[in-house]
């Protein structure tokens, strides 16, 4: 009997990180959840458990508390197979540009924090000679945009270090993915206008991070309109490109 | 504000709609003129708070899953099709399985919902052992036959109304395989069929499509189709034990326009259907549950079918004795009309579970018809000829019986009355239906 591989999901209690744990334990991976409050985690943990009969474990987490990771790392059962990581915030941009302890906090969450933790398991995967990193960037990393730069900044840094990571990484048998979900209705996004055939629901997600993983992809558009639609924007000209608000 | 309506699409009406993330917030969403939402798979306005509607499908985690005994804990909001897809493949279905799989455990519980098989095994109520229920005032209380016994009966088949249901304990059976085994008897007229149906009292899922265009000494002409779980020396070589459901991908991508229905399609559909079915007659063959429990599933929207106007479900019940003139009036009723739809279907119903439970021995039919025209007087006329009966209503289906139908068909309305006072002094939980049918004026 194969032992069964197993991941480890990073910001786990998510719309989206509940909907990747999920398809993965279909698929028969035991799952560890991680994330800032272990309380909040269970639930999520006993309906894998009971769904799917594998082994689930929870763990403390926090994006913003790097001096934890090396500690966090250390601490856990056994290196997993596969991390992911899917913490982020999407903050206010509004608030950002002049709120400078929001925009920090929106800077870290998604691209100092996720960097880090999977640079560090990257190392740990090297020395294993294998294992695989999922980064959840977003399509909003492709370019700055009025609306939402300094989210868009971060996931662009976040976007760059993983893929710097992927070169050098794929030498030593290690994988890297880059996942840019677009729109998906989730907690993060309720509220918002989300344009309908641009917006996916989080399953989706879950359903493209496993295929991702299994299939080695490099970078995933989630919903191919919109490798497209990005497509369109980079290749803007800037001079356009500024007159736009969106 | 926003714009909802039942799967009948009518009526659609105004009502705050709220998505809560935690029980927490439960407690806070609910303020006077508040009910719950499942699926939104009831048909008319059970589901569409007087004020605010509080939607539950966020709530869709299982708590525990004992795979010794079939018990299950989960939250309100999981739909019946994650159940089918999740524990149908480790051997487990539920006992009732009503005629589409997306509505949700809390919807479930609320309408009682019934299955081909409740004139033997009963309704849904029957294998819920106990209901986490926040009430009205506020109060969480577990209900069960033993704890709380007033609060569970009222709130199986209670549409909602005795307060917010957030969990519930569950059996599920165990099954061998996804596979049923389907024998197909062709009924040429009314008395055929309600023989044939009578015949299959002994089969564990009996149910009749009838062919409601047929007139003369066809009235009444109708397929019947019989099930049993098939056990794995039944199934088809090479076969998976448990068929994989595929979800609906293109259905009725927009609202049709008035005229796709009229009599002349619907004669012909049901003549169609008819003979294909017929073809099949006699013999025992086996087929996925999906196809066999929720034949409408595989059309994705298929309510758009009946235009923007929506389109309302009849379905009563009459009492055993008597039935077969009754059912023969109002199908002749129908027939003469000639704009009922291809959705006819007569089954045998045995107690109901709840207080307000819908099923009492007897048969029911269910009926579809565009909203158009008199129609609300052509239903009006059929409701008195199943209050003259002794029948009535199933409420999840209804969008405008009158309090007198209502009352005249559920003797217990008083008491159920008396249970939400208790639980919800203030009367805080009220949906459109409660307004239209329950609430005091």
Not at chain 1, 15 to 26: L, Q
Not at chain 1, 163 to 176: D, E, F, N, Y
Not at chain 2, 196 to 206: C, K, M, Q, R, V
Request: positive net charge; glycine residues 12%; aromatic residues 8%.
């Amino acid at each position: 009997m194969t032992s069964r591989k197993s991941v480890l999901v990073l910001g786990g209690s998510s719309d989206i990180g509940r909907a990747t744990a999920r398809a993965f334990a279909e698929a028969g991976y035991d799952v560890a959840l991680a994330g800032r409050d272990v309380a909040a985690l269970e639930p999520d943990a006993a309906d894998l458990r009971a769904r799917y009969n594998v082994e689930l474990g929870v763990h403390t987490f926090d994006v913003l508390d790097t001096a934890s990771f090396e500690g966090f790392v250390a601490g856990l059962p056994a290196l997993p197979d596969v991390v992911i990581s899917i913490v982020g915030l999407l903050g206010v941009q509004e608030s950002a540009q002049s709120d400078l302890a929001h925009a920090t906090a929106i800077m870290r969450s998604n691209y100092e924090g996720p960097s880090l933790i999977l640079g560090l398991f990257a190392e740990k995967f090297l020395d294993r000679g294998s294992g695989t990193l999922v980064g959840v960037s977003s399509v909003a990393g492709d370019r700055g945009r009025a609306s939402n730069y300094v989210y868009g900044s971060a996931k662009a840094g976040f976007s760059a270090f993983l893929s710097g990571l992927r070169a050098r990484a794929s030498r030593g048998s290690v994988h890297v993915v880059t996942v840019k979900p677009g729109f998906v209705r989730t907690r993060m996004t309720e509220g918002m206008k989300l344009i309908g055939p641009l917006t996916v629901e989080a399953p989706v997600v879950g359903a493209a991070i496993l295929r991702a993983v299994e299939a080695k992809s490099d970078i995933v558009y989630v919903s191919g309109k919109w490798r497209l639609v990005m497509l369109v924007i980079k290749t803007l000209p800037e001079a356009v490109f500024k007159k736009l608000r969106f | 504000m926003t714009l909802v309506s039942g799967w009948g699409r009518f009526p659609v009406v105004d009502t705050e709609m709220l998505r809560p993330r935690a029980f927490a917030a439960v407690a806070d969403a609910v303020v006077s003129g508040t009910v719950a939402r499942g699926n939104g798979r009831a048909y008319g306005d059970a589901a569409i708070g007087a004020v605010r509607t509080v939607a539950m499908t966020g709530f869709d985690r299982i708590r525990w899953f004992d795979p010794a005994t079939g018990r299950i804990r989960l939250e309100a909001g999981v739909l019946l099709s994650d159940l089918i897809e999740t524990f149908g493949p480790r051997g487990f279905l539920p006992f009732v399985l009503p005629g589409t799989r997306f509505v949700s455990i809390g919807g479930a519980i609320a309408a009682d919902v019934h299955g081909k098989n409740h004139h033997c095994e009963g309704g849904f109520g029957r294998y819920v052992d106990s209901i986490l229920l926040r009430t009205g005032e506020g109060e969480l209380i577990e209900a069960s036959r033993e704890q709380n016994s007033d609060a569970f009966f009222a709130t199986i088949g209670g549409m909602g109304l005795t307060g917010v249901i957030l969990e519930a304990t569950l059996r599920l059976r165990k099954v061998e395989t996804g596979w049923i085994r389907e024998r197909v008897i062709s009924a040429s007229d009314l008395d055929a069929a309600m023989r044939a149906l009578d015949a299959g009292d002994a089969a564990t899922y009996s149910v009749a499509w009838i062919d409601c265009a047929a007139r003369g000494k066809d009235l009444g002409r109708s397929l019947i189709y019989l099930g049993e779980h098939a056990g794995k020396d039944k199934l088809p070589a090479g076969a998976a034990a448990f068929p994989a459901g595929k979800h609906p991908g293109l259905g009725v991508p927009i609202d049709l326009p008035p005229m796709t229905l009229n009599r002349f399609s619907i004669r012909a559909f049901n003549e169609l259907y008819y003979r294909m079915g017929a073809r099949r007659a006699g013999g025992t063959h086996v087929v996925s549950l999906y196809p066999y429990f929720f034949p409408l599933d595989s059309i994705a929207d298929w309510n758009r079918i009946y235009g923007k106007r929506g389109f309302l479900q009849h379905q009563c019940v009459i009492p055993e004795n008597g039935a077969r003139d009754v059912l023969g009036e109002i199908l002749g009723r129908v027939a003469r009309r000639g704009d009922a739809s291809f959705l006819a279907v007569l089954k045998k119903l045995g107690q109901g579970e709840g207080i307000l439970s819908f099923p009492l021995p007897g048969y029911t039919l269910a009926l579809d018809f565009p909203v158009r025209g008199d129609i609300l007087n052509f239903l009006d006329e059929i409701d008195r000829l199943v209050v003259a009966a002794g029948g009535r209503l199933y409420l999840a289906k209804d969008a405008r019986q009158s309090r007198e139908t209502l009352e005249a068909g559920y003797p217990a309305v008083p008491r159920f009355n008396a249970i939400r006072k208790a639980l919800d002094p203030a009367g805080n939980i009220r949906s459109k239906l409660s307004q239209r049918l329950f609430d005091g004026v």
